[in-house]
């Protein structure tokens, strides 16, 4: 499938990679597709980025059925261009639109409208140290009606921007807060989908933190407010008395592609790994008794980041003397080896484009 291409007239000159701010600054180009009722999806595109025209009834307006993406495409030393894993997030957006009631797309579909996109943007994949271009996915229904009901009319659109490092003054491991008012997901809910009204409901307590001096919140469990669940956008995962724990997908977690490639790693190296509930009692037990030995989040935006304090209520504790720990170290080397191409790719990971 080759999809048609609409050049934009003047090109934006490129940004200095060491000042970019996330998500600010966006490509010459994007990709668009319809979905019509009868029809399915159509007229894939490239055009120049730019505004979208949309009824003011448009119905993600009003009710937000709306889905997303996030992955990124990594300069290798030999000056290619890499996806790390994109047919996983083809899968996922499948599962988050089956969730909202959104028509799915085909994943080669998906797959190919990222490869095209960037193919064409490659010039924007910045090639010093740490930095990636960010590619962004999404679907909004576009139906003008107030009704509550699935709409006819959906458009799927990806953009991308070039991202900096995201440790520019190397490793430093956050202090995180568990939050006992808000809740982010319950199961039955949208938990396990990348759709957008979970980061509105989560943002009240994300300000609440950062006032107190957290950059993230730690959030439990919607139903009993004890097991642990993830941290913003982040997954979470501990390492206690040798083992690695981390909460498992039971609807309200985001499957995370970082999370997922993070155990098949700590499987290859014959780490123990659990999946299973953690509460943050035993959490907190496991930190004051010596047990907990590390714990960081993974995504892809930072792949692993340290968490170096833990605050819940007024129990406070240091992990690992507030330093990034051995596991998560070789997890962060070895992941973003294989995402910018300087170590092997045993697992078949990398799509290198053409
Ligand atoms: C995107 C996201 C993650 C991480 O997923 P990756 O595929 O590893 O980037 C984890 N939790 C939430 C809530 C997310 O939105």
Redesign the pocket.
């Known amino acids: 499938m080759k999809f048609p291409v609409t050049r934009a007239a003047v090109l934006k000159p490129k940004p200095d990679p060491s000042t970019l701010i996330f998500g600010k600054t966006f490509t010459d180009h994007m990709f668009l597709m319809d979905y019509t009722a009868g029809q399915g999806w159509h007229d894939g595109r490239i055009v120049p980025y730019g505004p979208f025209q949309l009824e003011p009834s448009a119905m993600v307006f009003h009710y937000a059925q709306e889905v997303f993406e996030?992955l990124k495409a990594y300069r290798n030393p030999q000056g290619g261009v890499q996806l790390f894993r994109p047919i996983e997030n083809a899968r996922r957006i499948n599962s988050s639109c089956e969730r909202m009631c959104i028509p799915q797309i085909p994943e080669e579909t998906f797959v190919s409208a990222v490869e095209q996109l960037v193919e064409l943007e490659a010039d924007w994949v910045p090639d010093q140290k740490g930095t990636s271009l960010y590619i962004r996915p999404f679907i909004i229904a576009t139906t003008p009606s107030l009704g509550v009901h699935a709409a006819h009319d959906y458009l799927f659109c990806i953009i991308t921007c070039p991202v900096g490092s995201y440790y520019p003054e190397g490793i430093n491991p956050v202090k995180i807060y568990i939050e006992n008012e808000d809740v982010r997901a319950v199961r039955g809910g949208t938990g396990y989908t990348?759709c957008g009204g979970?980061y509105a409901a989560s943002i009240r307590a994300g300000e609440r933190a950062e006032e107190q001096g957290y950059s993230q919140v730690l959030w439990l469990d919607g139903v009993y407010r004890k097991y642990i669940e993830?941290v913003?956008?982040?997954?979470v995962l501990f390492k206690i008395d040798g083992r690695v724990v981390t909460p498992a997908l039971e609807g309200s977690v985001?499957p995370?592609?970082?999370?997922k490639s993070c155990l098949e790693l700590l499987r290859d190296w014959g780490v123990p790994v659990e999946e299973r509930r953690i509460t943050a009692e035993e959490l907190f037990d496991a930190a004051e008794s010596g047990r907990l030995e590390e714990a960081w989040g993974?995504?892809?935006?930072a792949v692993v980041s340290p968490i170096g304090e833990l605050a819940w209520g007024d129990r406070k504790v240091i992990v690992n003397g507030g330093a990034i720990g051995e596991t998560t170290q070789k997890l962060y080397d070895t992941l973003t080896g294989i995402q910018w191409g300087t170590l092997p790719d045993p697992h078949g990971w990398v799509v290198k484009l053409p």
């Open positions: 996030g990348k979970n993830e913003g956008a982040m997954n985001l995370g592609i970082t999370r993974s995504g892809t935006a």
